[in-house]
């Protein structure tokens, strides 16, 4: 039932007025850092009037504080598949905002996809082939789109070392470099840490 002013507690608001921003699968509690994360969407969501009316039916399902190069810090942050396109809506709003609540930390937002195995066909709950959107290649290429948008990704490369490691570079619109060419490296970070591969982001040269 939704709390009313007729309900008294003894304990602080802040345990629970931004909880509901947060949804975790069922009989999980967010971490701390999590907690901290939604608290900070709800308290813009209350005092933001350019966010107010979207994040008002928008929620996130976990939230990580990684190490990225140079020894500083990211924040990343799972929404649900089917929300992405409202969060997009708002996002540059919304990152801009958390940086500055989270010290500068780079913010980025990523769906929540779920990855079927090659064996999806033959289990018996399922009729028909594996869906492509499903795929492990399609969900690291949906992973790379999730980190830099709203950055358009313009060419891809794969280059093979000399060692046989390989190393996908990836171009993005040059236009967009001055707004995103310091968080190259965070992106990078947390494309291996999810993914466990390494990407290099590049803009390519633009000829007059």
Same mark, same amino acid.
């Given at each position: 039932?939704?709390?009313?002013?007729?309900?008294?507690?003894?304990?602080?608001?802040?345990?629970?007025?931004?909880?509901?921003?947060?949804?975790?699968?069922?009989?999980?509690?967010?971490?701390?850092?999590?907690?901290?994360?939604?608290?900070?969407?709800?308290?813009?969501?209350?005092?933001?009037?350019?966010?107010?009316?979207?994040?008002?039916?928008?929620?996130?399902?976990?939230?990580?504080?990684?190490?990225?190069?140079?020894?500083?810090?990211?924040?990343?942050? +799972?929404?649900? +598949?089917?929300?992405?396109?409202?969060?997009?809506?708002?996002?540059?709003?919304?990152?801009?905002?958390?940086?500055?609540?989270?010290?500068?930390?780079?913010?980025?937002?990523?769906?929540?996809?779920?990855?079927?195995?090659?064996?999806?066909?033959?289990?018996?709950?399922?009729?028909?082939?594996?869906?492509?959107?499903?795929?492990?290649?399609?969900?690291?290429?949906?992973?790379?789109?999730?980190?830099?948008?709203?950055?358009?990704?313009?060419?891809?490369?794969?280059?093979?070392?000399?060692?046989?490691?390989?190393?996908?570079?990836?171009?993005?619109?040059?236009?967009?470099?001055?707004?995103?060419?310091?968080?190259?490296?965070?992106?990078?970070?947390?494309?291996?840490?999810?993914?466990?591969?390494?990407?290099?982001?590049?803009?390519?040269?633009?000829?007059?």
């Amino acid at each position: 039932f939704p709390l009313t002013s007729h309900f008294h507690s003894s304990q602080p608001v802040a345990m629970f007025t931004g909880r509901q921003k947060i949804v975790k699968p069922e009989g999980k509690e967010p971490t701390e850092f999590e907690a901290r994360v939604a608290q900070e969407i709800f308290n813009l969501e209350l005092n933001n009037a350019s966010l107010k009316s979207e994040l008002r039916r928008l929620y996130i399902t976990a939230a990580r504080q990684v190490e990225v190069e140079g020894g500083k810090k990211a924040i990343i942050i +799972f929404v649900p +598949f089917n929300l992405l396109k409202s969060f997009r809506k708002i996002q540059k709003i919304l990152v801009e905002e958390l940086e500055k609540k989270f010290s500068g930390n780079h913010v980025v937002i990523i769906a929540q996809r779920t990855m079927l195995k090659k064996s999806y066909a033959r289990n018996k709950k399922f009729n028909g082939i594996r869906p492509r959107s499903r795929t492990l290649k399609h969900v690291h290429e949906a992973i790379l789109e999730d980190l830099v948008y709203p950055t358009e990704i313009v060419g891809k490369r794969t280059r093979v070392r000399t060692n046989g490691s390989k190393l996908l570079k990836v171009h993005l619109n040059p236009k967009e470099q001055v707004n995103v060419e310091t968080k190259l490296d965070t992106f990078a970070s947390v494309y291996k840490m999810l993914c466990s591969k390494e990407v290099a982001f590049e803009f390519p040269v633009t000829r007059e």
